[in-house]
């Protein structure tokens, strides 16, 4: 568990840390990332989203586009699946 209520023991780099914040997420992944991802680690995601979106040409109108988005943040998060 975290030592503050502040603060997560992030999954991906094994520190306690500032939690993630503006997670757009819902559902299961949503809370997975809000309660064990630190803001570094999401701040990192981030950036790699952008580079995953084009290079898979993602088309967010096709819910598989979000389906495999999801998927491509789980596994570099390290989280597991539901």
């Not at 790699?48 to 999801?70: G, H, T, W």
Request: aromatic content about 8%.
């Amino acid at each position: 568990m975290a030592e503050e209520s502040n603060s997560v023991d992030c999954v991906r780099c094994g520190r306690t840390a500032p939690p993630a914040t503006g997670v757009f997420y819902g559902g299961a992944l949503g809370d997975q990332i809000r309660a064990g991802i630190c803001a570094e680690c999401w701040a990192e995601w981030k950036q790699n989203e952008v580079m995953v979106i084009n290079e898979l040409k993602l088309n967010f109108m096709d819910p598989k586009s979000q389906d495999i988005l999801a998927e491509q943040a789980r596994e570099f998060l390290q989280l597991s699946a539901d």
